[in-house]
Nanobody, 118 residues
C-alpha cells in the first residue's frame, strides 16, 4: 500500500512564504513524475507544478516566478516552496505521484490547507 502525506500548510499573510512537503511511503519500486495541485472553495482542482524523476519542471502561469518545486528521490519526497503568496493562492494543496508498485499508477495525498490573508 502506498501513502502520500502532505505537511507544511497553514495561515500566512500576503507576501509571505510557506514550504509544503509530501512524502511517499510503502512498497515503492520507483516514482516517475511528482506534482502539486490545488483546489479553492467552489472551484475545480487545478495544476500547480510538476517535476520529473530527472528534475525537469513545469509550472502553471499563475505561480511562475513565485513557486519552486523540488524533490529528494532518496526520501521519495516532493517539496513546494511558495513565496510572495497572494490571497488567491488560498486552497487545499494536494500532491500526486506516479508510483510503481506492481504497475505504475497515480496516487494522491489527502491535502493540506493553505490560507493567505490580505
Amino acid at each position: 500500500q502506498v501513502q502520500l502525506v502532505e505537511s507544511g500548510g497553514g495561515l500566512v499573510q500576503a507576501g509571505g512564504s510557506l514550504r509544503l512537503s509530501c512524502a511517499a511511503s510503502g512498497n515503492i519500486f520507483g516514482i516517475n513524475a511528482m506534482a502539486w495541485y490545488r483546489q479553492a472553495p467552489g472551484k475545480q482542482r487545478e495544476f500547480v507544478a510538476t517535476i520529473t524523476s530527472t528534475g525537469s519542471t513545469n509550472y502553471a502561469d499563475s505561480v511562475k516566478g513565485r513557486f519552486t518545486i523540488s524533490r529528494d528521490n532518496a526520501k521519495n519526497t516532493v517539496y513546494l516552496q511558495m513565496n510572495s503568496l497572494k490571497p488567491e493562492d488560498t486552497a487545499v494543496y494536494y500532491c500526486a505521484a506516479e508510483v510503481k508498485v506492481v504497475v505504475t499508477r497515480p496516487y494522491w495525498g489527502q491535502g493540506t490547507q493553505v490560507t493567505v490573508s490580505s
